[in-house]
């Protein structure tokens, strides 16, 4: 069984940045698809980013490309996100998923797994 941890969120004030981290435990994920979703109150789960297996395959919503980075690193069993240029607008739940055979999808139902959540709030 695989578990995810997500860690890194917290409050950032309009223009700042934030890392977010995923900790995968109870099998390696070198094979896996991992993702990023963010969710907030009243609203379906919003793909974010993904990535492939070793890094170099990534996809991003329109909303934050640019802003925001995926990576991997599968020595470590993690996967991270980089958030910069962060607006009101970004705040949400985020959650880290991940699956084999997601090929690093933009559907929320093509990951198996998924971590508890961290919250990120961006005050104006």
């Known amino acids: 069984q695989v578990q995810l941890v997500e860690s890194g969120g917290g409050l950032v004030q309009a223009g700042g940045s934030l890392r977010l981290s995923c900790a995968a435990s109870g099998r390696s994920l070198s094979r896996y698809s991992m993702a990023w979703f963010r969710q907030t109150p009243g609203k379906e789960r919003e793909f974010v980013a993904a990535?492939?297996?070793?890094?170099?395959?990534?996809r991003y919503a329109d909303s934050v490309k640019g802003r925001f980075a995926i990576s991997r690193d599968n020595a470590k069993n993690t996967a991270s996100l980089q958030m910069n240029s962060l607006q009101p607008e970004d705040t949400a739940v985020y959650y880290c998923?991940?699956?084999?055979?997601?090929?690093?999808?933009?559907?929320?139902?093509?990951?198996?797994?998924w971590g508890q959540g961290t919250t990120v709030t961006v005050s104006s």
């Open positions: 998923a991940a699956d084999q055979r997601a090929a690093y999808g933009m559907e929320a139902n093509e990951y198996r797994y």
């Open positions: 990535v492939g297996w070793f890094g170099g395959s990534t």
